[in-house]
Each structure stands twice: as structure tokens, then as C-alpha cells.
């Protein structure tokens, strides 16, 4: 018996976050035991050796420092031989119950609640963190930049509060490193689940060889799979503009959030949700902004009326063009960039491009039609509300079954496929998807918008409530936000929807859960809201349709 310490870890003490093991658990040299936290880095706790845990001597919350036990391992050579985890050695092929390709959130979501409903399963990714897109590139990166966009943001909004500070001191390093290490941690504790789990993880990029084969390619060379049953979750890529030239200067979501550089002149293709929070960002790290989009207004999908306090407050800030494409860009000294749009066509120079026009899904180059798997030309997998594709024992989930794009529609269909994968009665079948831009003022809306409804000729009752009337709000200095509720108007149900203001992206929760639940207007406005509160708008709106509202 071994018992394991803590090694010198360049710092007094840490606590301990995560335990990766329980007792009976077989590990491999490198598999992670624990997780250990100070206020200066987080660390994982390898086992030194291949073994089987035989007893765990702390807890979660523990401070160790160097020399302190906490486990004792039975090494391999001494261990009775543990049940074998799957293993995939170079060129053999190994089986699993369910294969999942993409490890993003609904890869890894549908992989644990498989494995948790005790199928033996194997996750693929071609790359060599779990968490796909959202935790490594998208959701979680952009949101820890946008945390620091905002606090540059709110510092410069004190002065008419009677706050002023200095200029922002930026360390582009030190703010990569402070997006690194929540991505980091994230997926570190992705793997640590995974463990968990037993669910075996494999690094490489699959493809379909047959309906129950996949060849995995990757660092540890090709390797073939079987499986009974799989789940794609191969998600969605940048669009790429094909008249762009190839140079560095010219980014995707990707290469911006890496903050490799900051350009003094950034233009951003697209005035979606994704390019508007790059915006911001950037803007805040120095960056002169000029938005292109080609339809009339920024944040498509969203009600005009909406849009509109975000859009007053990016104007005053932005160059923002609207109905306008960019045409061509020309690669020198700078990119120039030609425009063209209302006021005509013109040019103009930049340092930097993002490219943020869409979202592309990772359909093809899977080599799907080797199982039977109908892809469409767009590059979707088509699947019934089960989440499974034509082909019965293959489900498909997340951006690469379509629209929206989210990462919380990509989980909850991960937990539908798993579970019909597993033979339990699951089905698809949300009655709102909320969506949410995270930029200041924010913006989210669920369920119908007042768009969709004048589009169908769909009669609704909406009611509004402006933050102007919100104590909180104004105490804020932020009462330009809106929150508005469209209702069936013969029962008094919500249908959709959609606030714009700080915090909108939390305050809309609540939103959904009535519009979900089938909620009326009477529901939410006898709810008794805490004040002051922003979430108070949303009752007062209730209020609005029932005829008490006495705050307007
Ligand atoms: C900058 C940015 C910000 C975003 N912000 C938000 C947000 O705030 N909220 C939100 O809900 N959504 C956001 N999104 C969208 C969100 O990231 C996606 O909706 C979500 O990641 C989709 O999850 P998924 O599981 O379908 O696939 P993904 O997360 O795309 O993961 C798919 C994985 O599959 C792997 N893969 C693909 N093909 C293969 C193959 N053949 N073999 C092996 N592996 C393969 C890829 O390497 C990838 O890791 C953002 C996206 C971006 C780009």
C-alpha cells in the first residue's frame, strides 16, 4: 500500500476543490486524483502510478500543504486486477456501448448521463480538452472577457455618480491568463467527471467506417472503434467569407478571443450576438469599433423595440452600418475594407477583421453516409424528437441538428438522446428556447417575439414596462432597459418574452419557467416580487395586462 502526498506545490497550502476518485477505483499513472486551489493557481494531483484507490484521507474543503497524506493507493503490481477500463490501442478495434462524437455540452452532457445510466461509453473529440466549443472558444472564454470589458465599462459610468477613476492600466497578458484559467478549470473538471464516470475519452477526429465502426485519427495515430450505438455532437463552425484573403489580421470568434493583439481599428462583420460581444470587448480594451451588418439592424432575431437601447447606447460609441455589406477586402499595409450600403459604396482601412457572419454545422467530413446517416446540403443531420436520425441506432444532438445555436438546447437535447438511447421515454419538446445577447445592456428574449407573431398574424396582447419607472434600474443609472411580455389575450397565458437592461439574461429565467409551466398573467403579477428588484419589472408587466398596475 502507497500513500500518496502532497508534493511541493510552490505555496504554504491549497484547498481542496475536487477528489476525481473514490474508494475501489482503478487509475492510471497521470489520472487524476484531486484538485487544489489557492488564490494564485489551480493544480491537479496526478496518482504517480497505475493502482487502485483503497482509501481516501480528505475531504473537499481541506487546506494540505506539502507532505500532507491523502490517499492510500494499492499499486498495480500488488492490486487485484480492476475491471478494465476501455482502452483503445493503436489499430485495434475496441467496442463501446455508445460512442459520442464532439465533446462540447452536448457531447459531454449525453456522455455522462448515458454512462451515469450505465452504458459503457466512449467520447471523442478532436480536440485535447473536453467542453467543445462553448467552454474552450465560446460561451465561457467570451463571458470571462466580457467581465473585464465590464468592469473597464462600469468604472468610466461612475463619474456622473460622483466616482471617478484613473485610465484602465491593461495587461492583455494578464487578462488572457485570467480567461485561461477559468476555461481551465472548466474543462479540467470536465475530465475529472469524466473519470468519474468511467467514461473513456479519446482524442482524435472520428469518422464513420460503417453503421457500427468509426476510425478515430489522432495523435496516438489511427484507431478503430465499434460501437452499438452512437451520438453525434459534432457542432458548428465559423462561416467563412469567400472573397476574404488569407491573413492573420482577419479573425474568426476563435482568433479574437485570443487577444493576441489589439488593433486600433477593428471591423466586425455581422451584428449578431457573437460580434457584438467581440465588440464590446475590444472596444473596451482601446479598440475603435465599426460594426457592418446586412440586414437592417443589429441583433437579428430580436423585436426591434428591444434592440433599440442597445443600439442608441452602441452608436454613440460604434461606427455602426446597417443594410450594408462589405464587399471586398484588400490585404497591404492595412486591410482595406470596401462598403457597400444607403449612403453608397466607399472604403475604408483597418488593422484588424472579425469575421462573425454565422455559424456553420459540422455535418459533413464524418463520413456519416458510411452509416446511413442523411445529412443535409447545409451540413445539418436531420432528427425526430427522440433526438435519433434516420438511421436508429445513431442520435444526433446540438448545433449540428440546427437552429438556435445555443449551448442549453445542445444540453438538453444531449439529456433526451441519452436517455432514448438508454431505452426511457424522452422526447424534445420545449415550448421556449431563451436566447441572450451579453452585451451591455444585455438582451433575451424566449418564446414568441412580437415579430414572429405579426409574421404568422398570430393576435397577442403585449404589455411593456419600462425601467425608466424602476427604482432599482435608476438607482443603477442603467433605466434605459425595457421588459415587455406578449400574452394570449382571450386566457391571459405568455407566450414570449424578452427583456432588455442589466441582468437580462438572469432576470428572463423566470420568464421562461412561466412560459414553460403555461403560466397567465395573473400568476406572475400575484407574484410576489422583492423590491427593489429589476425582476419586479416582470410582475408589474403582468400587472399591465391585468389592469392593476399602479406604478405607470
Ligand atoms: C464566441 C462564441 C460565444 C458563444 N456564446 C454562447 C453563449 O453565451 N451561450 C450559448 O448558449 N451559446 C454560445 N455559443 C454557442 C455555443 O458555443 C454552441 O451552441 C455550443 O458549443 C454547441 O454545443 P455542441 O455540443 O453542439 O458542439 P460544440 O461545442 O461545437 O462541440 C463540438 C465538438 O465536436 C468536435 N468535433 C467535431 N467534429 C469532430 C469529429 N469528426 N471527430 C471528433 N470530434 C469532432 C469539435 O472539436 C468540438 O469540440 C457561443 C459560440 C461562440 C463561437
Same mark, same amino acid.
Given at each position: 500500500?502507497?500513500?500518496?502526498?502532497?508534493?511541493?506545490?510552490?505555496?504554504?497550502?491549497?484547498?481542496?476543490?475536487?477528489?476525481?476518485?473514490?474508494?475501489?477505483?482503478?487509475?492510471?499513472?497521470?489520472?487524476?486524483?484531486?484538485?487544489?486551489?489557492?488564490?494564485?493557481?489551480?493544480?491537479?494531483?496526478?496518482?504517480?502510478?497505475?493502482?487502485?484507490?483503497?482509501?481516501?484521507?480528505?475531504?473537499?474543503?481541506?487546506?494540505?500543504?506539502?507532505?500532507?497524506?491523502?490517499?492510500?493507493?494499492?499499486?498495480?503490481?500488488?492490486?487485484?486486477?480492476?475491471?478494465?477500463?476501455?482502452?483503445?490501442?493503436?489499430?485495434?478495434?475496441?467496442?463501446?456501448?455508445?460512442?459520442?462524437?464532439?465533446?462540447?455540452?452536448?457531447?459531454?452532457?449525453?456522455?455522462?448521463?448515458?454512462?451515469?445510466?450505465?452504458?459503457?461509453?466512449?467520447?471523442?473529440?478532436?480536440?485535447?480538452?473536453?467542453?467543445?466549443?462553448?467552454?474552450?472558444?465560446?460561451?465561457?472564454?467570451?463571458?470571462?472577457?466580457?467581465?473585464?470589458?465590464?468592469?473597464?465599462?462600469?468604472?468610466?459610468?461612475?463619474?456622473?455618480?460622483?466616482?471617478?477613476?484613473?485610465?484602465?492600466?491593461?495587461?492583455?497578458?494578464?487578462?488572457?491568463?485570467?480567461?485561461?484559467?477559468?476555461?481551465?478549470?472548466?474543462?479540467?473538471?470536465?475530465?475529472?467527471?469524466?473519470?468519474?464516470?468511467?467514461?473513456?475519452?479519446?482524442?482524435?477526429?472520428?469518422?464513420?467506417?460503417?453503421?457500427?465502426?468509426?476510425?478515430?485519427?489522432?495523435?496516438?495515430?489511427?484507431?478503430?472503434?465499434?460501437?452499438?450505438?452512437?451520438?453525434?455532437?459534432?457542432?458548428?463552425?465559423?462561416?467563412?467569407?469567400?472573397?476574404?484573403?488569407?491573413?492573420?489580421?482577419?479573425?474568426?470568434?476563435?482568433?479574437?478571443?485570443?487577444?493576441?493583439?489589439?488593433?486600433?481599428?477593428?471591423?466586425?462583420?455581422?451584428?449578431?450576438?457573437?460580434?457584438?460581444?467581440?465588440?464590446?470587448?475590444?472596444?473596451?480594451?482601446?479598440?475603435?469599433?465599426?460594426?457592418?451588418?446586412?440586414?437592417?439592424?443589429?441583433?437579428?432575431?430580436?423585436?426591434?423595440?428591444?434592440?433599440?437601447?442597445?443600439?442608441?447606447?452602441?452608436?454613440?460609441?460604434?461606427?455602426?452600418?446597417?443594410?450594408?455589406?462589405?464587399?471586398?477586402?484588400?490585404?497591404?499595409?492595412?486591410?482595406?475594407?470596401?462598403?457597400?450600403?444607403?449612403?453608397?459604396?466607399?472604403?475604408?482601412?483597418?488593422?484588424? !477583421? *472579425?469575421? +462573425?457572419?454565422?455559424?456553420?454545422?459540422?455535418?459533413?467530413? =464524418?463520413? /456519416? @453516409? #458510411?452509416?446511413?446517416?442523411?445529412?443535409?446540403?447545409?451540413?445539418?443531420?436531420?432528427?425526430?424528437?427522440?433526438?435519433?436520425?434516420?438511421?436508429?441506432?445513431?442520435?444526433?444532438?446540438?448545433?449540428?441538428?440546427?437552429?438556435?445555436?445555443?449551448?442549453?438546447?445542445?444540453?438538453?437535447?444531449?439529456?433526451?438522446?441519452?436517455?432514448?438511447?438508454?431505452?426511457?421515454?424522452?422526447?424534445?419538446?420545449?415550448?421556449?428556447?431563451?436566447?441572450?445577447?451579453?452585451?451591455?445592456?444585455?438582451?433575451?428574449?424566449?418564446?414568441?417575439?412580437?415579430?414572429?407573431?405579426?409574421?404568422?398574424?398570430?393576435?397577442?396582447?403585449?404589455?411593456?414596462?419600462?425601467?425608466?419607472?424602476?427604482?432599482?434600474?435608476?438607482?443603477?443609472?442603467?433605466?434605459?432597459?425595457?421588459?415587455?411580455?406578449?400574452?394570449?389575450?382571450?386566457?391571459?397565458? !405568455? *407566450?414570449? +418574452?424578452?427583456?432588455?437592461?442589466?441582468?437580462?439574461?438572469? =432576470?428572463? /429565467? @423566470? #420568464?421562461?419557467?412561466?412560459?414553460?409551466?403555461?403560466?397567465?398573467?395573473?400568476?406572475?403579477?400575484?407574484?410576489?416580487?422583492?423590491?427593489?428588484?429589476?425582476?419586479?419589472?416582470?410582475?408589474?408587466?403582468?400587472?399591465?395586462?391585468?389592469?392593476?398596475?399602479?406604478?405607470?
Amino acid at each position: 500500500m502507497k500513500t500518496i502526498t502532497i508534493p511541493d506545490i510552490g505555496m504554504a497550502d491549497a484547498a481542496i476543490v475536487e477528489i476525481s476518485v473514490r474508494p475501489g477505483d482503478a487509475v492510471a499513472a497521470g489520472d487524476m486524483l484531486l484538485m487544489l486551489e489557492s488564490d494564485k493557481a489551480t493544480l491537479d494531483l496526478p496518482a504517480p502510478e497505475a493502482g487502485v484507490v483503497a482509501e481516501i484521507l480528505v475531504s473537499v474543503g481541506d487546506r494540505v500543504g506539502q507532505g500532507d497524506p491523502v490517499l492510500r493507493l494499492e499499486p498495480a503490481s500488488a492490486a487485484v486486477p480492476a475491471p478494465a477500463l476501455p482502452q483503445a490501442a493503436p489499430g485495434a478495434a475496441d467496442h463501446a456501448d455508445l460512442v459520442v462524437i464532439g465533446a462540447g455540452p452536448g457531447g459531454y452532457t449525453a456522455a455522462f448521463r448515458a454512462a451515469d445510466l450505465g452504458r459503457r461509453v466512449t467520447l471523442i473529440d478532436a480536440r485535447d480538452t473536453l467542453g467543445g466549443v462553448c467552454l474552450n472558444v465560446g460561451c465561457i472564454p467570451s463571458k470571462a472577457l466580457l467581465h473585464v470589458a465590464k468592469l473597464i465599462d462600469d468604472a468610466a459610468g461612475a463619474a456622473p455618480h460622483g466616482v471617478s477613476f484613473g485610465a484602465p492600466q491593461i495587461d492583455l497578458s494578464a487578462i488572457r491568463g485570467w480567461k485561461a484559467q477559468v476555461v481551465g478549470k472548466l474543462t479540467t473538471g470536465l475530465s475529472g467527471l469524466a473519470r468519474r464516470r468511467k467514461v473513456t475519452v479519446m482524442q482524435g477526429q472520428a469518422r464513420f467506417t460503417g453503421p457500427h465502426e468509426l476510425e478515430v485519427t489522432g495523435l496516438q495515430g489511427p484507431r478503430h472503434l465499434r460501437f452499438d450505438q452512437a451520438i453525434i455532437a459534432t457542432g458548428s463552425s465559423p462561416v467563412r467569407l469567400p472573397f476574404l484573403p488569407d491573413d492573420p489580421r482577419i479573425l474568426d470568434s476563435t482568433g479574437a478571443l485570443e487577444l493576441a493583439d489589439m488593433p486600433q481599428r477593428l471591423l466586425v462583420l455581422g451584428g449578431g450576438i457573437i460580434g457584438l460581444e467581440m465588440a464590446q470587448v475590444y472596444h473596451a480594451f482601446g479598440a475603435h469599433i465599426t460594426i457592418a451588418e446586412r440586414l437592417d439592424q443589429i441583433v437579428p432575431g430580436a423585436d426591434p423595440d428591444m434592440v433599440k437601447p442597445l443600439m442608441t447606447r452602441l452608436a454613440a460609441r460604434y461606427d455602426i452600418h446597417l443594410s450594408t455589406s462589405v464587399t471586398a477586402v484588400a490585404a497591404g499595409a492595412t486591410l482595406t475594407a470596401s462598403f457597400d450600403g444607403p449612403q453608397g459604396q466607399w472604403q475604408a482601412d483597418y488593422d484588424a !477583421i *472579425l469575421v +462573425a457572419v454565422g455559424r456553420r454545422p459540422n455535418g459533413a467530413g =464524418l463520413g /456519416a @453516409e #458510411a452509416a446511413g446517416v442523411t445529412v443535409t446540403d447545409a451540413g445539418f443531420i436531420p432528427v425526430d424528437a427522440q433526438m435519433r436520425t434516420n438511421v436508429g441506432h445513431v442520435f444526433a444532438i446540438g448545433d449540428v441538428v440546427g437552429q438556435p445555436m445555443l449551448a442549453h438546447k445542445a444540453t438538453h437535447e444531449a439529456k433526451v438522446a441519452a436517455e432514448a438511447a438508454c431505452g426511457h421515454k424522452a422526447a424534445f419538446g420545449p415550448v421556449a428556447i431563451p436566447a441572450v445577447a451579453y452585451t451591455d445592456p444585455e438582451i433575451a428574449w424566449a418564446g414568441l417575439t412580437e415579430t414572429e407573431a405579426r409574421a404568422r398574424g398570430q393576435k397577442v396582447r403585449v404589455e411593456r414596462f419600462p425601467w425608466a419607472a424602476s427604482g432599482r434600474a435608476l438607482s443603477m443609472g442603467r433605466g434605459e432597459g425595457l421588459t415587455k411580455l406578449l400574452f394570449d389575450p382571450g386566457t391571459g397565458r !405568455i *407566450l414570449g +418574452a424578452a427583456i432588455t437592461g442589466t441582468s437580462a439574461g438572469e =432576470l428572463l /429565467a @423566470e #420568464a421562461v419557467l412561466a412560459i414553460e409551466m403555461g403560466a397567465d398573467a395573473a400568476d406572475l403579477s400575484l407574484t410576489i416580487h422583492p423590491h427593489p428588484t429589476l425582476s419586479e419589472t416582470l410582475g408589474l408587466t403582468a400587472e399591465a395586462f391585468e389592469g392593476t398596475l399602479t406604478d405607470l
